[in-house]
C-alpha cells in the first residue's frame, strides 16, 4: 500500500494530476550552455568542453535570445557552460535577464575564478541570486578530477560566495566511486561552511564515458541515497538536496516505494519527478534548443537563431514523446510510480542511447499487479 492506496490506485491518481499538470507546463527553466570554452579538462564533464564553438552566439544574439525565451514564459536561467565566466558578456547577460526581465539567474561554475573577491562582488551587482560550485570529493578526490589545486580554489569561492551573501549558495558534487566513501564528510564540509549541498551521479557521456567504470552500481545508489536521507535528517531538509524520486522509504515491508512516504500528499498534489520535456529545457552556445537534459543531436527541436521558442515548444514531437510516461520502456513504463518518478531520462540516454528507455540506475522493482 502507498499511503493506504494500491499500487493501481495510486498509478490512476497521479496520471490524472500528472496530465493536468502536463497540460500547464511551459518552458519555465532554462540552462544557457552560454560557451564550450573551459579553463579545466575534468574527466568527468558530460559536455566534454575544452575549446569554443566556432559558431557561437555573439553578445547581441544571446541577448535576443533571452528575449526570446522570456517571451515563451521563462522565469529562471541558468547559466552554464562549459565554464560560463570564460565569456567576457556574462555579466551583461545575467543583468539582462535579471533587470529586462525579472528571470531568477543561477551561475553554474567550477569556481576557479570565484577564488577572486572582486569578481563574486560583480556577479552579485550583475543579478545572480543563485551560485552553484562543483566539488566533487575532498581535496584528493576532486583535484584527480579536475586539476591539483581546484579544490583549494572552490573552498575559497564559497567562502567568498558566503561572504557576499548571495540568497542560495551549493557546493554540488558528481558522486562516483571514486568519492563515495567521502559522502557524509563531504556534506559535513558543505554545511559548515554555510552553504547547502547537492549531489548527482557521474553521467557517462562526453568526457565521462571514459570513467563509466566509476559510476556507483545499484546497490551503492541505493545506500547513497539511504546516507542522504540520514543527512538531511541530521542538517535539515533544506541543506542536503537530492531528486526527489529517489527518497527511500524507511518502512519497505508493505511496499519498497522510492519516494518519502512522510510527502506522498505533495506527490498526489504536484507529480512530476524527471523535468525533461516539461518545464526545463537547454540551449547550446549556438542556439541550439534540447529537452532532453543533454546537449545531444537527436534532442534537439530547433535553433533560436531562426525560431521562437514558443513556437519549438508548442509543435515538438519530442516534447509530446517525453510527456507520455505510458510510452517509458521497460520496468519505467510498467511501474505505479511513473507519474512522480519516470526515472532519470539523462541517463537512460546516457547508458542506452534511447532517452525514453528504463533508468538502467534504478534499483526499485515495480509492484503493479503483484499484491
Known sequence: MINGLSPAEFLEITRKKYHEMVKQAKPMMCWFSTTEACNLRCKFC??????PLENELSTTEALKVIDNIAEAGTEAI??????????????????????????????NTNGQLLADKHYVRALASAGFSQIKISVDGLKDSHDWNRGKGTFEKCIQALKNCVEEEFPSIWLIATISKLNFDEIRELTKLGVELGVDVGMVQLLPIGRGEATKNLMLSKEQTREWQRILVEQ?????????????????SEDEAALNISIDPERIGTYLDS??????????????ADGQVYVGD????EMSIGNLRESKLSDLWSNSELINLLR????????????????????????????????????????????????
Open 324 to 371: 507520455d510516461r505510458d510510452k517509458l520502456k521497460g520496468k519505467c513504463g510498467r511501474c505505479e510510480l511513473r507519474f512522480v518518478c519516470g526515472g532519470c531520462r539523462r541517463m537512460a540516454y546516457g547508458l542506452t542511447g534511447d532517452i525514453m528507455a528504463s533508468d538502467p540506475q534504478c534499483w526499485y522493482e515495480p509492484r503493479l499487479g503483484k499484491d
Open 232 to 248: 538531511k535528517k541530521i542538517y535539515g531538509a533544506s541543506r542536503v538536496l537530492f531528486e526527489d524520486r529517489y527518497q527511500i
Open 78 to 107: 541558468v547559466f552554464g557552460g562549459g565554464e560560463p565566466s570564460s565569456r567576457k558578456d556574462l555579466l551583461e547577460l545575467a543583468n539582462y535577464a535579471v533587470n529586462r526581465h525579472g528571470m531568477m539567474a543561477s551561475l
Open 271 to 284: 507529480p512530476a519527478g524527471c523535468v525533461t520535456g516539461i518545464w526545463q529545457y537547454i540551449i547550446g
Open 46 to 51: 558530460f559536455a566534454g568542453s575544452h575549446f
Open 294 to 297: 543533454v546537449i545531444a543531436p
